[in-house]
């Protein structure tokens, strides 16, 4: 389909455009609430993808990072949330 091609396109990857990425993410949030997904699946899901990054990152990460990636975890998190809010 378009999305896909999109997607794999490796021009779409060198020039990101938050505005679409944003789209994409409420986009997503609409789909995962048809899931059955709710709220606080987003912290567990968040908590988890963090020990994922610390386990995988050599020494484990750096209070700054883990701050860096909690942050751009939980932005994309209300936005999805706020894309299944809209459902």
Do not use: C, I, K, N
């Amino acid at each position: 389909d378009e999305h896909r091609q999109q997607r794999d396109d490796p021009r779409h990857l060198q020039r990101p455009d938050p505005d679409a990425f944003e789209v994409a993410l409420r986009e997503s949030g609409a789909r995962h609430r048809g899931y059955g997904v709710v709220s606080h699946h987003y912290r567990t899901v968040g908590e988890a993808f963090l020990r994922a990054l610390d386990d995988l990152t050599p020494g484990g990460l750096e209070p700054e990072e883990r701050a860096a990636w909690a942050e751009a975890y939980t932005q994309m998190a209300h936005l999805m949330q706020s894309g299944a809010d809209e459902v």
